[in-house]
Every structure is written in structure tokens, then in C-alpha cells.
């Protein structure tokens, strides 16, 4: 009796140790392995950029991006936030997920050095580098009553109808847009659980820069953030520069930041290996 009755709590106890484990790697040796945050003037060559796109305040932009690609977006203002949905290009059911982002990384954080997570545990982003480290994945797009509430009635576009629309012209529905990932939106949670907007830390000329992991299908929108007290109608525009990445390499710190993380990639090389021989 009193053996069989002990397993449960040795099997709980081992469960905590290894949660502790993980936390602490994730909170403490992965976080203190982040590089710094990439200077301004970081180039990217001419003859690797595919396209350039000059989105308006407002609208939304659909682009792939094939393995390997990556997207430069440009806050050319500092003054925008860009809003961004992802699917598997290969199987639309998997899509971006914030919510695994967060917890497997142990963070809400995202900056250079992290990755964006699809809701199968695979890696779809990473983010190879990034001057600003302000970004949210918590707080979700403008809607049609943020943009009233915060501008009145008749209020400019916003990201989630942009979503919506975007989904449509890729054959998918409403309920197939996930939950976006706010660029160039600097929320920090106060120690009681509210949203803080930190307009001191957007700069002209912040950009981050996204590396695809597996092949993918994006959305970007421009139409702001709930929480930015300086809410425009119109915000000002951004620029975007689709092109080819570097290979990485070995020391790739977004392939290492963390045990958790090296899994994930292991996945998403064997499901692309399957997807490649199938």
C-alpha cells in the first residue's frame, strides 16, 4: 500500500524538477544568450532582395515566403505597429501560435534571438535580427470598435478585418485566422496585470527582420495597435524587403537558445524531410 501510494509522488516530484529545470533555462540560460539588439545601420545586400514593398497606412499585404527567406520590416516613421498572421504554406491548418511562442520560451518577450512557433510545435520564424525588441504577442490586432472607441465613428481600417480579408483571398475563412503577433508595440505588464504602452521605445528606422523556417504564407497589416494613445486614422507607412537569408550555421543562437527550442527544429526538419519525400 504505502509503495504504490509513493509512486504518484515520486512521479510528481520528478515532474517538478523537470518544469523547474526548464523554466530555469528558459528564463535564465536562454535569455542570457540572447544577443544584443542589431545596429541600425545592418545592410542587407542587393543582390539577395526578391521584392520591396511600400505598405500604406491601413492596409495589408500577403506575400510567401519560401524556406529559407526572410522579411525586413522597416518602422520608417516610429511611429508604426505592424500586425502579423502566418500559415503552412503546405497545410493552412497549421498556423502561427502566439500562445506556444510565449510558453515554450518561457516569455513574452521577443527579440533577436527567438523564434515564432506554429501550433504544431514547429518553428515557422526566426527572428535573426532586430534593432527594436518591442513587440507583442499578447494584446491581438485593432478591430472595428478599438479604432471607434479610440477615434470615433467612421474610423480608418483595421488589422482584424484586414486578416479577414486577406484569408479570403487565400481560400481560408474567418476562422481560420489566428491570433496575430504586434511588431514595433511596446507593451510591458505592470506588477498588477495591466497593459503599459512605452512610446519611448520605438525609434525611426526600427526594423526586425524574419527568417522562414518552412514554407509560408503572411500577412502583414498596418493599422496600429489598441493600446498606442497615439492612435492614428491613417498611421504612417512602412516599408518591407523580402529576400534571401543567410544559411545558418552551426552557432545559429535562434537553432540553440534553449533544449526546447533545438526540439522544435528537429521536428520541423524531420515534418519537412516527410513533406519532401512523400
Not at 519611448?200 to 497589416?221: N, Q
Amino acid at each position: 500500500m504505502s509503495n504504490h501510494s509513493a509512486t504518484p509522488m515520486n512521479e510528481r516530484e520528478a515532474h517538478r524538477a523537470r518544469y523547474e529545470a526548464l523554466r530555469a533555462e528558459g528564463q535564465d540560460a536562454s535569455a542570457q544568450a540572447l544577443p544584443p539588439l542589431t545596429a541600425r545601420n545592418h545592410k542587407i545586400p542587393q543582390d539577395v532582395v526578391l521584392h520591396r514593398e511600400h505598405l500604406p497606412g491601413g492596409w495589408y499585404w500577403t506575400t510567401r515566403l519560401a524556406r529559407g527567406e526572410a522579411l525586413r520590416i522597416v518602422n520608417t516613421s516610429g511611429t508604426s505597429a505592424v500586425s502579423m498572421v502566418a500559415w503552412c504554406e503546405a497545410d493552412p491548418s497549421e498556423r502561427l501560435n502566439t500562445a506556444d511562442t510565449m510558453k515554450v520560451q518561457w516569455s513574452t518577450g521577443l527579440r533577436k534571438g527567438r523564434v515564432i512557433y506554429t501550433e504544431m510545435g514547429r518553428v515557422a520564424f526566426s527572428i535573426v535580427e532586430d534593432t527594436s525588441g518591442a513587440h507583442d504577442p499578447l494584446v491581438g490586432p485593432t478591430t472595428k470598435e478599438s479604432m471607434e472607441t479610440a477615434l470615433g465613428s467612421g474610423a480608418a481600417r483595421n488589422s482584424r478585418d484586414n486578416f479577414f480579408a486577406a484569408a479570403a483571398k487565400l481560400g481560408l475563412t474567418r476562422r481560420d485566422v489566428p491570433a496575430c503577433i504586434n511588431f514595433f508595440a511596446p507593451v510591458s505588464i505592470a506588477a498588477d496585470g495591466r497593459f503599459v504602452w512605452h512610446p519611448e521605445r520605438r525609434e525611426r528606422g526600427d526594423f526586425i527582420d524574419l527568417r522562414a523556417e518552412m514554407d509560408l504564407l503572411a500577412v502583414l497589416s498596418n493599422a496600429g495597435h489598441p493600446l498606442d494613445p497615439a492612435l492614428l486614422a491613417i498611421p504612417a507607412p512602412i516599408d518591407v524587403i523580402q529576400f534571401a537569408a543567410p544559411l545558418p550555421g552551426s552557432d545559429d543562437l535562434c537553432r540553440h537558445a534553449c533544449s526546447e527550442v533545438e526540439r522544435a527544429f528537429e521536428q520541423t526538419e524531420r515534418h519537412i524531410r516527410r513533406g519532401s519525400n512523400s
